[in-house]
Nanobody
Framework: QVQLVESGGGLVQAGGSLRLSCAVS????????MGWFRQAPGKEREFVAA???????YYADSVKGRFTISRDNAKSTVYLQTNSLKPEDTAVYYC?????????????????WGQGTQVTVSS
C-alpha cells in the first residue's frame, strides 16, 4: 500500500518560511519523480515544483527563486523549502509520486497523492 504523508504546514507571516516534508512508503522511492502541488479555496490544483529521480528540478514561475524542492532517497522523503512567503501562497499543499522517473507538471503525470498540509500566510 502506497502512502504519502505530508507535514510541516502551518500559519506564518508574510516573508516567513516553512519546510514541508513528505514521507513516502510502499513504492521504490528512488525510481519515481516527485512533485508538489497546491490548491487554494475556490481554485484548481496547480503545479508548484517537481524533482526527477536524479535530482533535476523544475518550478512554477510563481515560486521560482523562493521555493526549493529536494529529496532524500535514503529516507524516502521529499521536501519543499518555502521562503519569502506571500499571502497568495496560502493553500493546501500536496505531494505526489510520479508515474515514472521523469518529472511532470500536470496532475495526470502523478499516480499517488498525499492528503495535503495547510499553509496559511498572513499579511
Amino acid at each position: 500500500q502506497v502512502q504519502l504523508v505530508e507535514s510541516g504546514g502551518g500559519l506564518v507571516q508574510a516573508g516567513g518560511s516553512l519546510r514541508l516534508s513528505c514521507a513516502v512508503s510502499g513504492l521504490t522511492f528512488r525510481d519515481h519523480a516527485m512533485g508538489w502541488f497546491r490548491q487554494a479555496p475556490g481554485k484548481e490544483r496547480e503545479f508548484v515544483a517537481a524533482i526527477n529521480w536524479i535530482g533535476g528540478t523544475y518550478y512554477a514561475d510563481s515560486v521560482k527563486g523562493r521555493f526549493t524542492i529536494s529529496r532524500d532517497n535514503a529516507k524516502s522523503t521529499v521536501y519543499l523549502q518555502t521562503n519569502s512567503l506571500k499571502p497568495e501562497d496560502t493553500a493546501v499543499y500536496y505531494c505526489a509520486a510520479g508515474n515514472g522517473r521523469f518529472l511532470g507538471t500536470t496532475i495526470k503525470e502523478y499516480e499517488f497523492w498525499g492528503q495535503g498540509t495547510q499553509v496559511t500566510v498572513s499579511s
